[in-house]
Protein backbone atom coordinates (compact mmCIF):
# COMPACT_ATOMS: atom_id res chain seq x y z
CA UNK A 1 0.00 0.00 0.00
CA UNK A 2 1.17 3.35 -0.97
CA UNK A 3 1.49 5.48 2.15
CA UNK A 4 2.12 8.97 1.13
CA UNK A 5 4.83 11.19 3.09
CA UNK A 6 5.91 8.80 4.93
CA UNK A 7 9.24 6.16 4.62
CA UNK A 8 7.56 4.14 1.99
CA UNK A 9 7.32 7.14 -0.54
CA UNK A 10 10.02 8.74 0.26
CA UNK A 11 12.89 6.58 1.64
CA UNK A 12 12.07 4.04 -1.33
CA UNK A 13 15.44 2.62 -2.60
CA UNK A 14 13.80 -0.38 -4.80
CA UNK A 15 14.45 -0.66 -8.18
CA UNK A 16 11.61 -3.77 -7.86
CA UNK A 17 8.89 -2.92 -11.69
CA UNK A 18 5.97 -3.59 -9.13
CA UNK A 19 6.31 -0.41 -7.61
CA UNK A 20 4.34 1.97 -8.88
CA UNK A 21 4.75 5.71 -9.00
CA UNK A 22 2.47 8.29 -6.82
CA UNK A 23 1.20 9.80 -10.03
CA UNK A 24 0.69 5.95 -11.43
CA UNK A 25 -1.36 4.99 -8.81
CA UNK A 26 -3.19 8.22 -8.83
CA UNK A 27 -4.38 8.02 -12.34
CA UNK A 28 -5.18 4.09 -12.37
CA UNK A 29 -7.85 4.83 -9.03
CA UNK A 30 -9.57 7.74 -11.88
CA UNK A 31 -10.46 5.38 -14.01
CA UNK A 32 -12.69 3.04 -11.80
CA UNK A 33 -15.21 3.73 -9.48
CA UNK A 34 -14.85 4.99 -6.01
CA UNK A 35 -16.30 1.70 -4.78
CA UNK A 36 -14.04 -0.59 -6.93
CA UNK A 37 -10.81 1.08 -5.85
CA UNK A 38 -11.84 1.01 -1.97
CA UNK A 39 -12.21 -2.99 -2.60
CA UNK A 40 -9.68 -3.72 -5.59
CA UNK A 41 -6.73 -1.01 -4.62
CA UNK A 42 -7.24 -0.27 -0.67
CA UNK A 43 -8.50 -3.71 0.27
CA UNK A 44 -11.55 -2.43 1.70
CA UNK A 45 -14.67 -4.64 2.13
CA UNK A 46 -17.01 -4.03 -0.96
CA UNK A 47 -19.66 -1.22 -0.83
CA UNK A 48 -23.18 -3.40 0.21
CA UNK A 49 -24.96 0.08 -1.16
CA UNK A 50 -27.95 -0.60 -2.90
CA UNK A 51 -27.80 -4.10 -2.21
CA UNK A 52 -31.28 -5.74 -1.39
CA UNK A 53 -29.97 -7.92 1.97
CA UNK A 54 -26.12 -6.92 2.34
CA UNK A 55 -25.41 -9.47 4.90
CA UNK A 56 -26.54 -11.83 2.32
CA UNK A 57 -23.95 -15.33 2.41
CA UNK A 58 -23.41 -17.90 0.45
CA UNK A 59 -22.83 -20.54 2.74
CA UNK A 60 -26.08 -19.40 4.96
CA UNK A 61 -28.77 -18.76 2.18
CA UNK A 62 -27.76 -20.87 -0.49
CA UNK A 63 -28.08 -24.66 -1.02
CA UNK A 64 -26.38 -27.06 -4.03
CA UNK A 65 -29.08 -29.28 -5.93
CA UNK A 66 -28.38 -32.16 -3.51
CA UNK A 67 -28.78 -30.39 -0.40
CA UNK A 68 -32.37 -28.28 -1.86
CA UNK A 69 -33.87 -31.30 -3.06
CA UNK A 70 -33.35 -33.12 0.54
CA UNK A 71 -35.02 -29.54 2.01
CA UNK A 72 -38.04 -30.60 -0.50
CA UNK A 73 -38.55 -34.44 -0.08
CA UNK A 74 -36.86 -35.17 3.33
CA UNK A 75 -34.23 -37.61 1.44
CA UNK A 76 -30.84 -37.61 1.01
CA UNK A 77 -29.29 -37.42 -2.26
CA UNK A 78 -25.74 -37.59 -3.57
CA UNK A 79 -23.51 -34.71 -4.18
CA UNK A 80 -23.76 -35.66 -8.01
CA UNK A 81 -27.28 -34.50 -8.06
CA UNK A 82 -27.17 -31.53 -10.72
CA UNK A 83 -29.54 -28.65 -11.33
CA UNK A 84 -31.39 -30.58 -14.10
CA UNK A 85 -31.95 -33.42 -11.45
CA UNK A 86 -33.39 -30.91 -9.60
CA UNK A 87 -35.92 -29.04 -11.98
CA UNK A 88 -37.10 -32.37 -13.32
CA UNK A 89 -37.88 -32.84 -9.46
CA UNK A 90 -39.78 -29.90 -8.93
CA UNK A 91 -41.55 -30.57 -12.02
CA UNK A 92 -42.31 -34.03 -11.23
CA UNK A 93 -43.92 -32.42 -8.00
CA UNK A 94 -46.21 -29.87 -9.73
CA UNK A 95 -44.14 -26.97 -8.41
CA UNK A 96 -45.06 -23.68 -9.64
CA UNK A 97 -42.57 -21.53 -11.45
CA UNK A 98 -42.63 -18.00 -11.49
CA UNK A 99 -40.12 -15.42 -12.70
CA UNK A 100 -39.24 -11.76 -12.54
CA UNK A 101 -37.69 -9.93 -15.48
CA UNK A 102 -35.82 -6.86 -15.83
CA UNK A 103 -35.32 -5.01 -18.60
CA UNK A 104 -31.73 -3.84 -19.48
CA UNK A 105 -28.69 -2.66 -22.49
CA UNK A 106 -26.08 -0.84 -20.81
CA UNK A 107 -27.65 -2.24 -17.71
CA UNK A 108 -27.77 -6.07 -17.39
CA UNK A 109 -31.45 -7.93 -18.75
CA UNK A 110 -32.44 -10.21 -16.36
CA UNK A 111 -34.56 -12.87 -15.11
CA UNK A 112 -34.57 -14.22 -11.99
CA UNK A 113 -36.70 -17.71 -11.94
CA UNK A 114 -38.00 -19.36 -8.99
CA UNK A 115 -40.21 -22.62 -8.01
CA UNK A 116 -42.63 -22.41 -5.37
CA UNK A 117 -43.30 -25.85 -3.44
CA UNK A 118 -45.65 -25.11 -0.66
CA UNK A 119 -44.48 -22.23 1.34
CA UNK A 120 -41.14 -22.09 0.47
CA UNK A 121 -39.85 -20.66 -2.61
CA UNK A 122 -36.26 -21.40 -3.97
CA UNK A 123 -34.07 -19.32 -6.55
CA UNK A 124 -33.23 -22.21 -8.84
CA UNK A 125 -31.90 -19.91 -12.29
CA UNK A 126 -30.80 -16.25 -13.21
CA UNK A 127 -30.04 -14.68 -16.83
CA UNK A 128 -27.92 -11.74 -16.30
CA UNK A 129 -26.57 -10.29 -19.62
CA UNK A 130 -25.93 -6.49 -21.19
CA UNK A 131 -25.96 -5.42 -24.58
CA UNK A 132 -28.85 -7.51 -26.11
CA UNK A 133 -31.80 -6.28 -28.31
CA UNK A 134 -35.32 -7.24 -27.48
CA UNK A 135 -35.53 -10.08 -30.19
CA UNK A 136 -32.38 -11.36 -28.27
CA UNK A 137 -33.73 -11.59 -24.95
CA UNK A 138 -36.38 -13.35 -26.48
CA UNK A 139 -34.30 -16.05 -27.96
CA UNK A 140 -32.06 -16.45 -25.13
CA UNK A 141 -35.56 -17.02 -22.89
CA UNK A 142 -36.94 -19.58 -25.24
CA UNK A 143 -33.31 -21.68 -24.88
CA UNK A 144 -33.57 -20.89 -21.52
CA UNK A 145 -36.71 -20.55 -19.79
CA UNK A 146 -39.02 -23.19 -21.66
CA UNK A 147 -38.03 -26.18 -19.35
CA UNK A 148 -40.64 -24.23 -16.27
CA UNK A 149 -43.60 -25.54 -17.47
CA UNK A 150 -45.77 -23.24 -17.44
CA UNK A 151 -44.10 -20.30 -16.43
CA UNK A 152 -45.65 -16.99 -14.90
CA UNK A 153 -43.35 -13.64 -15.58
CA UNK A 154 -43.54 -10.75 -13.80
CA UNK A 155 -42.09 -7.88 -16.05
CA UNK A 156 -40.30 -4.43 -15.42
CA UNK A 157 -43.87 -2.55 -16.85
CA UNK A 158 -41.25 -0.02 -18.28
CA UNK A 159 -41.33 -1.13 -21.55
CA UNK A 160 -44.59 -1.93 -22.88
CA UNK A 161 -43.50 -2.61 -26.66
CA UNK A 162 -40.76 -5.54 -25.05
CA UNK A 163 -43.77 -6.81 -22.99
CA UNK A 164 -46.02 -6.98 -26.16
CA UNK A 165 -42.91 -8.95 -27.96
CA UNK A 166 -42.55 -11.51 -25.25
CA UNK A 167 -46.43 -12.10 -25.35
CA UNK A 168 -46.29 -12.38 -29.43
CA UNK A 169 -43.58 -15.54 -28.51
CA UNK A 170 -45.43 -17.38 -26.33
CA UNK A 171 -44.42 -15.97 -22.79
CA UNK A 172 -47.27 -15.73 -20.25
CA UNK A 173 -46.49 -11.94 -18.80
CA UNK A 174 -48.23 -10.81 -15.92
CA UNK A 175 -49.69 -7.69 -15.60
CA UNK A 176 -49.33 -5.78 -11.72
CA UNK A 177 -48.89 -2.90 -9.85
CA UNK A 178 -44.98 -2.70 -9.09
CA UNK A 179 -44.06 -1.77 -5.90
CA UNK A 180 -39.94 -1.35 -5.30
CA UNK A 181 -39.72 -0.88 -1.63
CA UNK A 182 -42.16 -3.30 -0.40
CA UNK A 183 -40.88 -5.74 -2.83
CA UNK A 184 -37.38 -5.06 -1.08
CA UNK A 185 -38.64 -5.28 2.12
CA UNK A 186 -40.72 -8.32 1.51
CA UNK A 187 -37.78 -10.26 -0.07
CA UNK A 188 -35.58 -9.28 3.31
CA UNK A 189 -37.95 -10.42 5.66
CA UNK A 190 -38.26 -14.29 3.69
CA UNK A 191 -34.28 -13.95 3.75
CA UNK A 192 -33.94 -13.42 7.33
CA UNK A 193 -36.95 -13.60 8.85
CA UNK A 194 -35.97 -11.51 12.72
CA UNK A 195 -32.32 -10.46 14.25
CA UNK A 196 -30.77 -14.43 15.52
CA UNK A 197 -33.13 -16.07 13.73
CA UNK A 198 -31.64 -19.21 11.10
CA UNK A 199 -33.68 -18.56 7.84
CA UNK A 200 -34.95 -21.84 7.74
CA UNK A 201 -37.06 -20.96 10.94
CA UNK A 202 -39.45 -18.77 8.19
CA UNK A 203 -41.50 -16.02 8.48
CA UNK A 204 -45.37 -16.17 9.70
CA UNK A 205 -46.84 -13.62 7.19
CA UNK A 206 -47.91 -13.86 3.74
CA UNK A 207 -46.25 -11.89 1.05
CA UNK A 208 -49.00 -9.00 1.45
CA UNK A 209 -47.47 -6.99 -1.13
CA UNK A 210 -47.00 -9.56 -3.89
CA UNK A 211 -50.38 -10.79 -5.32
CA UNK A 212 -48.78 -13.62 -7.46
CA UNK A 213 -49.35 -16.32 -4.55
CA UNK A 214 -50.93 -17.15 -1.20
CA UNK A 215 -47.92 -17.48 1.56
CA UNK A 216 -44.18 -17.11 1.31
CA UNK A 217 -42.42 -17.97 4.52
CA UNK A 218 -38.72 -19.14 2.98
CA UNK A 219 -36.34 -18.25 0.22
CA UNK A 220 -33.66 -20.36 -0.45
CA UNK A 221 -31.04 -19.67 -3.23
CA UNK A 222 -29.63 -22.56 -5.94
CA UNK A 223 -25.62 -23.14 -5.74
Same mark, same amino acid.
Given at each position: ?34 DVCRAQYLCYAPS ?15 ? !???? %? ?12 ? !????? @? ?8 ? #? #? ?6 ? !??? #???? !? ?5 ? +? ?5 ? +?SVSNLEPVECVDL ?5 ? @? #? ?41 ? @? %? ?22 ? @? ?7
Open positions: MLHVGGRLATKQTSKSPLLKSIHHTQSTMAKVSLTEGLVYPYFSRSVHML !TPAQ %MAKKITGEDYHESF !TKIDL @IQLMLSLGAQ #F #FAGLDWGF !THK #FAVV !TAALIGH +ILYIIDV +ICKGRLN @I #FNPLKIFPDNAMPANVKLFRKNGFRMIDFKKDILDGIEATRAR @I %MPGSGKNPAEGWKEPFSKVNFTPK @ISQLWFVK
